[in-house]
Nanobody, 115 residues
Framework: QVQLQESGGGLVQAGGSLRLSCLVSGAILQFHSMGWYRQAPGKQRELVAS???????NYVDSVKGRFTISRDDPKNMVYLQMSSLKPEDSAVYYC?????????WGPGTQVTVSS
């Protein structure tokens, strides 16, 4: 059974940076494209970044130029480097297959950006 464990969230001021990590257990990461999603209170979960098996990234317009997705297949890890954070980036962040969800959701990691 595949388990996803996100970490690295926290409270940061606007303009700050955070690096999120996702450990994928029970699957061989190199065989899967991956994504980072976020869900703010009262809103639907949205895909913000994805990365192909070959390492090609794709981003939603609202995070382009500020977020960078990367992967370390030998470690079964996926990362999301977030910079120039805005209050509207505040949400719980999750990883999963991307752009197609494959597995049950992990607990997510809370990102709160203060103005």
């Amino acid at each position: 059974q595949v388990q996803l464990q996100e970490s690295g969230g926290g409270l940061v001021q606007a303009g700050g940076s955070l690096r999120l990590s996702c450990l994928v257990s029970g699957a061989i990461l190199q065989f899967h494209s991956m994504g980072w999603y976020r869900q703010a209170p009262g809103k639907q979960r949205e895909l913000v970044a994805s990365i192909t098996r070959g390492g090609i990234p794709n981003y939603v317009d609202s995070v382009k130029g500020r977020f960078t997705i990367s992967r370390d297949d030998p470690k079964n890890m996926v990362y999301l480097q977030m910079s120039s954070l805005k209050p509207e980036d505040s949400a719980v962040y999750y990883c999963n297959g991307g752009p197609n969800i494959r597995w049950s959701w992990g607990p997510g990691t809370q990102v709160t950006v203060s103005s």
